[in-house]
């Protein structure tokens, strides 16, 4: 992008990338000791996760007041116009990113002191692993403005989905085999949950990249693959 004639102006919105960079950087960061929390059950680590999201909350504000005012003061148009209004949906979606870390944190609070066999939780590793790759790169196509980085984030969002539909039915198969892991089960559908809205939103940054770069939403329909409103649990025959 080229230089402005006031450097101001070009200051104004390198301060916007900056803080979006900080939120990126905290987001990323909460997602990964999230689930290093739940694999862990570490109370402490949950607790810094949900200390940490009032900070994420914070430069959310800052991003929406600074984009605001830069709107009002230099009127933008074009590329710039379209960077203030990304900078606004970016953080917004980071945020929500980190409360969804929180939500995960949480459950961590709820279940840690429950033992369960770890091969149910490691399902849900998985998906959360997935999901921090597509968050960071999608991070990395905003920093540079990738758009074919950004493509990629927004075509393996069905991934996640397909693995979170499997999690979800081998959850409700041990609920049914055993009714006392119905809690720790019901608390781990919330938590894969959370991991499957977080790959949401990093494809709503993907889509913000090309809106971003090209000034057109990207064509097509988003490639969702989330059945778990429809799917059922056949009970055998003579159970």
């Known amino acids: 992008m080229g230089e402005h004639i006031v450097s101001s102006y070009d200051n104004d919105l390198e301060d916007l990338r900056r803080t979006i960079s900080e939120m990126g950087g905290i987001a990323e960061k909460m997602m990964a000791e999230a689930s290093q929390a739940l694999v862990q059950r570490d109370r402490a680590l949950a607790q810094a996760v949900i200390s940490a999201d009032s900070r994420l909350d914070i430069l959310q504000r800052e991003v929406e007041e600074k984009a ?3 709107i009002a003061r230099r009127q933008p ?3 710039d116009l379209r960077e203030t209004i990304s900078a606004i949906r970016v953080s917004n979606d980071l945020e929500r990113i980190g409360d ?3 939500n995960v944190a949480k459950r961590v609070l709820a279940i840690s002191e429950e033992y369960q066999p770890q091969q149910i939780v490691i399902g849900v590793q998985h998906m959360s692993d997935l999901v ?4 960071k790169d999608v991070l990395d196509a905003y920093a540079t403005r990738d758009v074919k980085a950004a493509i990629d984030v927004w075509e393996r969002d069905g991934a996640v989905d397909a693995l979170y539909n499997s999690l979800f039915r081998a959850l409700l198969t041990y609920m049914m085999e055993d ?3 119905i809690s ?3 608390h781990l559908l919330f938590c894969a949950k959370n991991v499957e809205r977080v790959g949401d939103h990093t494809t709503n940054v993907a889509e913000t990249i090309h809106y971003l770069a090209t000034g057109h939403t990207i064509d097509g329909d988003r490639p969702k693959d989330d059945a778990s409103n429809y799917a059922t649990i056949s009970t055998p025959a003579g159970a």
Do not use: D, G, H, S
């Open 100 to 102: 969804l870390a929180k």
């Open 68 to 70: 605001v005012l830069l």
């Open 184 to 186: 720790f089960c019901t």
């Open 179 to 181: 009714p006392r892991n």
């Open 77 to 79: 148009i074009a590329i």
């Open 132 to 135: 921090q790759e597509q968050l």
